[in-house]
């Protein structure tokens, strides 16, 4: 019987040698385990069940893990400041040697930009957007601190078969269309139970267009649609972007033609116009004009769903020669420390500086609302980040509207909800 | 823990997400202090009320939203013995049975259910029963693996036991 992608990849690191399905329970081995801040979360668990002040050599396999710091870089208060302390110190005790520190940035995007994942690999993190990684054709998904603590000491864990659904995307997007539209259109249209405990597969001819950035965000926010996973294949476009970056070997994973869906969705891309997720909820996403003028206070450009450089590049397309309107605070935080250096490069930090934004170090920035950029009650912030839930940025009488990043761009020019299609010249 | 659960059914309508189970504003609080507010916009003082063993049979999405891992161990500190739902959230789901609670998902189970009602499930057949009304059904019953670890009492019973070697 034909298996799907997801299918494929936890029949191969299933501990017994038998081809799983769709319903079934597997234990499977990990090959990546990725953490945060909440590294001393886990560490805490450890400690509470016994483990000893000197033990050193406890974990599976430290080249298979990764942990970084970037929900409060640099840290905001004494609590963080501690808890980044012991994060350190618990690096050096463990030698794990892949660690990234505040200055680097998001840690989703450090992990695609150093092939941390690769295809075919199976990933577990400390971190609802660890979907992020199926981009590359990879099983990537967010698990609890227990379940991480057993995976640090094990390298395995249960995981049931999801059922597979597919998108197929055909045809070209409209002019300053972006993969984040698409998927808020997504979303509005079929909800966020669309793909509950399900993996998605992303096809079509509509795919095969479309940059390995734009499909990061895909898999990114497919964990708002409720997916497990939300895996790309691995066309000629992502094996020549791997190959421009590693040399490790790896082993694509297609599904088979006779593999079974549970459900089939047909997506015109064309017919894509620019989407805004209202408050609070993700599906509740309308066409940008159902919403303009509609005044902000914040906009946000950022995040490990929309912080990248063509994101960046995009927006400062329409931001060049215009200002941000008086009494609008622009957030601009590029993704990783690489992200920076290459828009300091080609300009386009200038390009934000000059017009008014605020341009912040790499990290998750103002998107969780525990670190920088919060929002005070009454204020409206647009936002090219994954997340409107009430008080996610701030105040939870604050509301935030999602968009893309051009949307954002332009919302920030004009002080209240544009859309960017106004800006194409 | 025994292969069977017994006891009194509390039950919950459709879409009690984690927000509901354990809110935002009190998930940094250990669980014992979270119990006051556990279910509190849907059921007030719902944890003095539950006795060690008690099951939950809830509706559709039991356990949605956020994965916050406090709105498992606020049912585990109430002494919830089961779950019995139509349809699960995904992460709570792992959150549960990595805490040891075992949650049985079967469509439209709720609907054998009353509050009050007296249940009883065998994990390893997947027989679960209202006495109070002779109702037998037949789910199908968790893997072993997993039957395992809930009987363990969770992942962190596996995590010690680990341990103790280092």
Request: proline content about 4%; hydrophobic content about 40%; aromatic content about 8%.
């Amino acid at each position: 019987m034909g298996q799907t992608i997801v299918e494929k990849i936890l029949s191969s690191k299933f501990t017994e040698d038998k081809e799983v399905y769709a319903g079934e329970y597997v234990t499977a081995r990990v090959d990546l385990a990725r953490l945060h801040e909440n590294f001393a979360r886990v560490f805490k668990i450890l400690i509470e069940e016994g483990l000893s002040e000197k033990a050193e050599d406890i974990f599976w396999d430290v080249e298979k893990i990764v942990v970084g710091l970037d929900h409060y870089s640099p840290p905001n208060n004494e609590k963080v400041a501690e808890e980044q302390k012991l994060v350190r110190k618990l690096i050096e005790r463990f030698r794990i040697n892949n660690f990234y520190d505040i200055n680097e940035g998001v840690l989703h995007q450090i992990v695609l930009e150093n092939c941390h994942v690769l295809p075919g690999m199976l990933v577990v993190g400390t971190d609802s957007h660890t979907t992020t990684y199926g981009a590359y054709n990879a099983a990537s998904t967010g698990i609890g601190y227990t379940e991480m603590a057993y995976v640090l000491l094990t390298g395995e864990l249960f995981f049931r078969v999801p059922e597979t659904i597919k998108f197929e995307i055909t045809g070209k997007p409209q002019e300053f269309i972006t993969s984040k539209d698409l998927i808020l259109y997504i979303a509005g249209k079929y909800s966020t139970e669309v793909a509950q405990y399900k993996s998605i597969e992303f096809k079509g001819d509509g795919i095969k267009n479309m940059t390995i950035s734009s499909r990061i965000t895909m898999s990114n926010m497919s964990v708002e649609l409720g997916a497990k996973f939300g895996i790309f294949e691995a066309d000629d476009k992502l094996l020549n972007h791997l190959r421009s970056i590693t040399d490790r070997k790896f082993e694509p994973v297609y599904p088979d033609p006779d593999a079974e869906y549970e459900k089939e969705y047909l997506v015109e891309y064309g017919d894509v116009v620019p989407f805004v997720a209202k408050p609070h909820t993700i599906d509740n996403s309308v066409p940008v004009t159902e919403v303009s003028g509609i005044h902000i206070d914040q906009a946000v450009i950022g995040s490990c769903t929309n912080g990248r450089l063509e994101d960046l590049e995009l927006a400062s397309k329409i931001l060049k020669g215009n200002k941000v309107k008086k009494g609008v605070r622009l957030l601009v935080v590029p993704a990783s420390k690489r992200v920076y250096a290459e828009a300091m490069r080609r300009g386009i930090i200038n390009i934000f500086t000059n017009a008014g934004a605020t341009v912040l170090n790499p990290c998750c920035g103002p998107c969780f609302g525990g670190h920088v950029g919060v929002l005070s009650s009454g204020e409206v912030c647009i936002s090219a980040t994954n997340r409107n839930f009430k008080g996610r940025m701030g105040s939870d009488k604050a509301e935030v509207y999602l968009a893309s990043p051009l949307t954002v761009v332009a919302s920030a020019v004009k002080g209240e909800i544009t859309d960017p299609r106004e800006f194409l010249r | 823990m025994q292969s069977t659960v017994e006891g009194r059914v509390w039950k919950f309508g459709d879409n009690i997400d984690t927000d509901i189970i354990c809110p935002g504003s009190y998930m940094h609080l250990p669980a014992k202090d979270i119990l006051p507010f556990a279910f509190k916009a849907v059921r007030p003082g719902f944890y003095s009320a539950v006795q060690e063993g008690d099951v939950i049979v809830a509706g559709k999405n039991f356990g949605i939203g956020s994965s916050r891992e406090c709105a498992a161990a606020v049912l585990k500190e109430m002494g919830i013995g089961a779950c019995v739902v139509d349809s699960v959230g995904r992460i709570f789901f792992r959150n549960c049975i990595a805490l040891g609670i075992p949650v049985i998902v079967h469509k439209n189970i709720s609907k054998h259910f009353n509050e009050g009602d007296h249940i009883k499930i065998d994990l390893e057949t997947g027989k679960v029963t209202n006495t109070s009304m002779g109702i037998e059904l037949e789910v199908s019953p968790l893997p072993q693996s997993l039957i395992q670890i809930v009987r363990s009492g969770g992942l962190r019973p596996l995590i010690r036991k680990i341990l103790e070697k280092y």
